[in-house]
């Protein structure tokens, strides 16, 4: 325990005092920020216009449930985003304590793989969350104004999604970065992996067989699909954590492995 | 307290260290002697932990580096080559972050912190960044580093590289004080290194021990040989060839003349005696003698030896 919570500090501070960290901070918020100003935007403009066409039918409108949408949408939006900047937050993981001799000490120290691999895995988790939470502050100006307020549970579930899809992205970059001792390398190869997780589903046949279900199952953003409707399901929440367990053990199986090869 | 018994680790198809043995006792600094690509790095990493051998068993401090790594790793300082800092942390909370994963206790830290600091001469740099200290204080950060948990055993890569003459001397002093309590490892390719520092010297060349003894008997193992200095004046074209039918000598060198004298330095076999042949024949030639001395010869010239034997035989 001890160990990990050196090696996560250890990780937080490097971590925060690198450059790449702000401009991955600062992308997220200026793309997520403009992103839910756009989605709020152009819904309440079909709002507007759709309530319009009844008029001019002259029947009430259907009432939308607004701060679903937005969500929805925002959550959508929030996956793609990730799937850009994830490589960029687990590039360095390994592939610079390599580089830089440093695997040398953290190697011949008495600390485990599984020590190792966990306290980085949770520093970046903690990185993650440091950027999902600010954007708590659109859902609460959306809840503010809106009227009659919404539940917030399913959006908790949502950023419970966008928590878990990240995490699971993360154990991947990590995985990668045990791979090289290029942390670009490590980047590039974690953002190709993360295409192929985008479009798994795409490549599956149309009928239902073993191969084609166990495709779809693999795809990552299907699972996300109902978190970002705020509805949990623990089956997509055992996808998620298997997901998580299969990465950071491929990654310690790496870590064990490059020390024959070295 | 370290035993390595038939070590052998192959890259792929290529062997870097090839049927090593050794043993260290409690307290004693064995030298690793080599140059460049001989395998002392290798020896160093296996004995760390770093990466297992091929073949072969090694045995650090009671226990197996293989079997347990955990117990080995726990009582092991390792310097490596490059010395493995963190350039945007600042040196305290580097060491601190050393200390804490190789198991000192919080209320230690430190103090040990404090301690190590003093030794490396590192006591008013806690708070630099490492990225802006100097090669030789990075290096001493290093040191600082394998010593910060007090380790029974110490494994250090060649500890004075990128210092200036001065920290050299007091590093060595430092790594003697440390022999008693602390048992130790060293490589180095700079030669009175061993001998100032090392009771014991493993010569090492392409992966092979090449030879294995205390500095003093190394170099009288090859008391077989002589150096002759010998201090003359005339032409010295004469030289050449004047030594020829003395079967002792191996080969005879000229120095720069300075003051209108040369210096020769003449390489015997044997312990024969041929000064009285070589003043008579230069006596003979018309040159004149003005000193002569008798060298033993250096642990240097013994490793050279040696190691170009070995390329001569493979
Ligand atoms: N990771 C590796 N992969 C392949 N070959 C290696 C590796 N590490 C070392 N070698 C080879 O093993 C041999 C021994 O290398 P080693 O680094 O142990 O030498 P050394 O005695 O430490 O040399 P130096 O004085 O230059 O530090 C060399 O021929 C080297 O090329
Ligand atoms: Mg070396």
Known sequence: ??????????????????????????????????????????????????????????????????????????????????????????????????????????????????????????????????????????TLLLYLYSEPSFPLAPVLVGYLGAFLLGGALLSVGLFVSSLTENQIVAAVVTFGIFIVLWVIDATAGMESSLTNETIKYLSVLNHYEDFTKGVLDTQHLVFYLSFIFLGLFLTSTSLDSAKWRQ | MIKAEHLTKRFGLATAIEDVSFEVGKGEILGF?????????????????????????????GYDVFKQPLDVKRRVGYLPENPPLYSEMKVDSYLRFVATINGVAKSKIETQLEKVKQRCGLADHGKRLIKHLSKGYKQRVGLAQALIHDPEVLILDEPTIGLDPKQ???????????????TIILSTHILPEVSMTCQRVIIINEGR???????????????????????????VERVHGLFKDIPQIRNVSVGPPSNGHFILTINVEGKEEVRHLISRRMI????????????????????LKLTTREEGAA
Do not use: C, W
Not at chain 1, 18 to 25: E, H, K
Not at chain 2, 212 to 217: A, L, V, W
Not at chain 2, 285 to 302: P, R
């Open chain 2, 168 to 182: 050299i001397i007091e590093v060595r002093e430092l790594i003697k004080s440390l022999a008693g309590r602390h």
């Open chain 2, 209 to 235: 021990i090449v030879a294995m003894d205390t500095p003093e008997n190394l170099t009288s193992r090859l008391q077989g040989g002589e150096l002759i200095e010998v201090e003359a004046a005339g032409d």
């Open chain 2, 33 to 61: 002697l080599g140059p460049n690509g001989a395998g002392k790095t290798t020896t160093m990493r296996i004995l760390a932990g770093f990466f297992p051998a091929t073949q072969g068993i090694a045995v650090v401090a």
């Open chain 1, 1 to 138: 325990m001890r160990n990990f919570l050196a090696i996560l500090k250890k990780e937080l501070q490097a971590l925060f005092v690198s450059p790449i960290a702000y401009v991955v901070l600062a992308v997220f918020f200026a793309v997520g920020g403009y992103f839910f100003y756009i989605i709020m935007s152009s819904l309440v403009n079909q709002a507007i216009e759709m309530g319009f066409r009844y008029q001019q039918m002259g029947a009430p409108p259907p009432p939308i449930d607004m701060p679903f949408l937005v969500m929805r949408n925002f959550f959508g939006i929030l996956s793609t985003i990730l799937l850009f900047l994830i490589p960029m937050i687990t590039m360095a993981a390994f592939a610079e304590e390599k580089r830089r001799g440093t695997m040398e000490l953290l190697a011949t120290s008495p600390i485990t793989n599984t020590q190792l691999i966990l306290g980085k895995f949770a520093a970046v988790l903690v990185f993650l969350l440091v950027m999902l939470a600010p954007t708590l502050l659109n």
């Open chain 2, 284 to 303: 003979e030639a018309g040159l004149n003698l003005y000193q002569m001395k008798v060298q033993t010869m250096t642990l240097e010239e013994i490793f």
